[in-house]
């Protein structure tokens, strides 16, 4: 009797820790699915895989107090040609174009609901959608610190500009649908 107790409570033991292994295991990969690249450089800075990934869960925690929404269609078309006046301004005024460039970006994070100010925040509440385009977002911020300190030259600023362009079209690219049937609203990635 007190055998098969013991192998009773032997076993259930096993299977919590397969259990436990797998909903671990399903966590980590639906992490790695959402963040991507993001999600080795968390674990990377954090020096630890389950601290890394407590972050990423922090951050996800974080960005669904936010009020993230998509943009009316007018609005996307009017934060569309001001990029494009900030690409055209490129040719004559470099400098002036990545400054245009980071304002248009901003503008559109505030209005689609992002906290900005502070680049890491901003970098931490991106992440959650918008993971596949941080590497050009810091990029191009890096970039633009440096020129601010007058450290960049023309193909750096240009390079600038394609990295903030990259940022900008996933930013647009969520838009808001109108149903014919309800007149309901709905959000949908454009991808």
């Given at each position: 009797m007190v055998i098969t107790l013991v192998v009773i409570i032997i076993a259930l033991l096993v299977v919590a820790g397969a259990v436990g292994f797998v909903l671990e295991r399903r966590r980590r990969d639906e992490l790695k699915q959402r963040f991507g690249p993001e999600y080795e450089k968390a674990v990377g800075e954090a020096g630890d895989r389950r601290r890394g990934e407590r972050e990423l869960v922090q951050r996800q925690k974080r960005h669904e107090q936010l009020d993230i929404r998509p943009l009316e269609p007018e609005r996307a078309q009017e934060y569309a040609?001001?990029?494009?006046?900030?690409?055209?301004?490129?040719?004559?005024?470099?400098?002036?174009?990545?400054?245009?460039?980071?304002t248009v970006i901003e503008a559109l994070m505030a209005e689609r609901g992002y906290p900005v100010g502070d680049f890491?925040?901003?970098?931490?509440?991106?992440?959650?959608?918008?993971?596949?385009?941080?590497?050009?977002?810091?990029?191009?911020?890096?970039?633009?610190?440096?020129?601010?300190?007058?450290?960049?030259?023309?193909?750096?600023?240009?390079?600038?500009?394609?990295?903030?362009?990259?940022?900008?079209?996933?930013?647009?690219?969520?838009?808001?649908?109108?149903?014919?049937?309800?007149?309901?609203?709905?959000?949908?990635?454009?991808?």
């Open positions: 040609a001001e990029w494009e006046a900030a690409q055209t301004r490129f040719v004559d005024d470099p400098h002036g174009a990545v400054r245009d460039a980071d890491d925040t901003q970098v931490a509440d991106l992440s959650v959608e918008h993971a596949e385009v941080l590497q050009h977002y810091r990029a191009a911020h890096e970039i633009a610190t440096a020129a601010g300190a007058g450290d960049a030259d023309t193909e750096a600023l240009r390079r600038a500009m394609v990295h903030y362009r990259a940022l900008f079209t996933s930013l647009l690219e969520d838009r808001q649908e109108h149903t014919e049937e309800d007149g309901s609203v709905t959000s949908r990635r454009t991808r």
